[in-house]
Each structure stands twice: as structure tokens, then as C-alpha cells.
């Protein structure tokens, strides 16, 4: 693919999302050179047991020189930290992007530390799993996902079109959204769906005298759906958490009434309203399926997701 291909791409973090990354780049020939950056030297060297790149360092600063494409995928609490240490190192005419859950605290963390004449481009491939780590990652992640870029004003449209020839080079469908309006969309498809997911295992693990045995041995698949949201990374859900505050606390105040009214139902014997709402949720999941949005049925996608020891 035409001009598809880059001399250099620094991978500055080398989790589920980096490492996936580097697979793929690897896989589709979409770089001369991968350089692996991360913080921690035992991650590092997990990553060059793995084969992940083809050189490796735990200065970011060293990372960028020369790279022509900077991904950072870090927690999004540490996007400032990273945006720093790079700063004065990247090339001229570089591209630097990242793959974080929430799109405008990342921009106000590493906007201000970017030199004029690189060009910045936030983005978040639509796509993970409950794992981290190096080992974690996998080449068809990205596959038949959605990415989402968030250009500000001015950007320039040449490095916009081949920051999207890459993201569909590594099987993705790209489009392009106001960081804040991408904000209040995952607060309600992504980061409200793990928050409950970490309430009601922790609302279960706190019966624990009582219940036990009973949590474990008769966890269905309604409770085990959730344990699976529940083992994501800590350190990663905590900063999703403290950066998208706003958007999560106006869904959480949604959530917050339309439960209330969904135990007001429970309590008065409401059936017709249970009902109705019931229903009305069936057709959003038959509405998800028949968009080929069912990940569930898609092979890889069903191998990600096993609990580990599965
Ligand atoms: N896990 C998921 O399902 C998805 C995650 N994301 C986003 O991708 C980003 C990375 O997430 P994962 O890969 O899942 O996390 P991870 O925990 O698997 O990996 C994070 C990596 O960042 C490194 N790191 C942390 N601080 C650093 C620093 N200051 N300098 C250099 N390296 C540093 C860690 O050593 C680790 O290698 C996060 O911003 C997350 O919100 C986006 C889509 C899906
Ligand atoms: O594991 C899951 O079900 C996910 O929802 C993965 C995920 C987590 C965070 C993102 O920003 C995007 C995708």
C-alpha cells in the first residue's frame, strides 16, 4: 500500500495495546524499524524476550529520535509524564499519536508539550481485552474494529490520511470525532460498563462470609461476564476513571435514576414496566448483532476473552 509504510515507529509503551501493535506492524511490514520503549526495564526486557521490536530502551527521549511515527500507549494518567520526556527529542515532520480511552485530558496533558511542525493526532482504536502486559497482546486485535481519531483544528490533512492508512492497515475502520463528544460516547459504551461491572464483583466479594463458596461455585454466565470487566488492569481503569470524570459522573447520574426507577418497578409489582424496558433492550442487542457489531461470534475475539486457565 502506498506510502503506508514508515522508516521508523517508536512504540512508547509496551502493554495489551503497544505489543498488539508491534505484531501487527511486524506482521503487515508496516515499518523498516520498531523501537520499543517502556518504563520499567523487566517489562522491557518481556518485550525483547517476545521479539517485539527491533531495538529497545527505557529512555522515551532516546525512543522518538528519528521515529516518523510515535504511538504512546500508556495509562492515560501518564500521558503528561510522556508528552514531557519526548518533547524535545521528536523529529521534525514527525507524527506522534496515542491510543488512549479518553480523548480531551490526553490533549490537554501532551498538546502543550508539542513542537511546532510535528504533527499531533489523538486517536483510540476501539478495541482490548481484559488482559495486560507484553505477553497479552496479539496481531488481530485491531481487526474489523473500530479507531477513532480526534484531529484538532488545523491539523494537517496529509498526516492525517496516513495516520489512517495505518490504522487501516492494521484492519481497522478509521473515523474521525470531537474529542469531547468521543468522551461522553465511551463514558456510556465503555467506561460506565466497567465501573458496574467493578461495583457489583466488589458488591459480591464484600458477602463474602456469607457467600464464598456459592460466588465462585454457582457463578453463571450474568455474574462471569462481569468478572471478566472486572479483572481489567487497575492502574488503567483508575485513570479512565480520573480523566473522563465529568462524562462518567453525568452517566452515572442517568444510571443512577434509571435504577432507581427500575427497583421503584421491583418493589410495586410493576410488571408491564419491566416489561417494556426488557423488551426494549432486547432489540438494542438484536439491532448491535444484525450491524455485524456481535464480537462474540468472531473467533479471536471469543479466544481474548477466556478467563485465564480457560
Ligand atoms: N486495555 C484495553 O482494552 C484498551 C486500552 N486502551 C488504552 O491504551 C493505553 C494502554 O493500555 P494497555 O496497553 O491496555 O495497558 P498495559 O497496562 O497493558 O500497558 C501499559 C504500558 O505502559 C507502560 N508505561 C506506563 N507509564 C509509562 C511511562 N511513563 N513511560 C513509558 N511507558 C510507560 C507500562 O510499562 C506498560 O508497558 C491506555 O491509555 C488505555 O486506556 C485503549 C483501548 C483498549
Ligand atoms: O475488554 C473489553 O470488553 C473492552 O471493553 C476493551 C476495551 C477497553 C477500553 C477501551 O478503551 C476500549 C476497549
Same mark, same amino acid.
Given at each position: 500500500m502506498e506510502h503506508t509504510k514508515f522508516e521508523k515507529i517508536a512504540l512508547i509503551g509496551i502493554g495489551l495495546i503497544g505489543s498488539s501493535l508491534a505484531r501487527v506492524i511486524r506482521r503487515n511490514d508496516l515499518a523498516d524499524h520498531i523501537v520499543v520503549a517502556t518504563r520499567s526495564a523487566e517489562t522491557l526486557s518481556d518485550a525483547q524476550a517476545l521479539g517485539l521490536g527491533d531495538s529497545y530502551t527505557t529512555s522515551n527521549a532516546e525512543a522518538v529520535a528519528d521515529a516518523d511515527l510515535v504511538i504512546v500507549s500508556v495509562p492515560v494518567g501518564s500521558s503528561a509524564a510522556v508528552a514531557e520526556d519526548i518533547a524535545a527529542h521528536l523529529k521534525p515532520g514527525a507524527i506522534v499519536t496515542d491510543v488512549g480511552s479518553t480523548k480531551a485530558s490526553v490533549i490537554e496533558q501532551m498538546r502543550p508539550h508539542m513542537p511546532v511542525g510535528v504533527h499531533f493526532i489523538p486517536g483510540h482504536p476501539i478495541a482490548g481485552t481484559e488482559r495486560s502486559g507484553p505477553? +497479552? %497482546? @496479539? +496481531? /488481530?486485535? @485491531? /481487526? %474489523?474494529r473500530w479507531c477513532i481519531l480526534t484531529p484538532l483544528e488545523g491539523t494537517d490533512p496529509d498526516a492525517l490520511e496516513r495516520l489512517t492508512r495505518f490504522w487501516q492497515a492494521c484492519g481497522s475502520t478509521v473515523e474521525a470525532m470531537d474529542p469531547a463528544h468521543h468522551d461522553m460516547v465511551l463514558a456510556i459504551v465503555s467506561h460506565l460498563p466497567h465501573i458496574i461491572a467493578y461495583n457489583i464483583v466488589g458488591t459480591a466479594d464484600d458477602l463474602e462470609a456469607v457467600t464464598k463458596s456459592e460466588v465462585i461455585k454457582y457463578s453463571a454466565s450474568g455474574f462471569r461476564d462481569f468478572t471478566r470487566l472486572a479483572a481489567s488492569d487497575p492502574t488503567m481503569w483508575r485513570d479512565v476513571c480520573l480523566h473522563n470524570r465529568d462524562a462518567i459522573l453525568e452517566m452515572l447520574s442517568r444510571f443512577s435514576e434509571d435504577l432507581a426507577s427500575l427497583q421503584r418497578a421491583i418493589r410495586w409489582g410493576d410488571g408491564d414496566k419491566l416489561f417494556d424496558l426488557f423488551s426494549r433492550t432486547r432489540a438494542v442487542r438484536r439491532s448491535i448483532v444484525e450491524a455485524g457489531q456481535? &464480537?462474540? +461470534? &468472531?473467533d479471536f475475539g471469543r479466544q481474548a476473552t477466556r478467563l485465564p486457565g480457560e
Open positions: 505477553s +497479552a %497482546g @496479539f +496481531a /488481530e486485535l @485491531f /481487526e %474489523g456481535d &464480537v462474540d +461470534a &468472531v
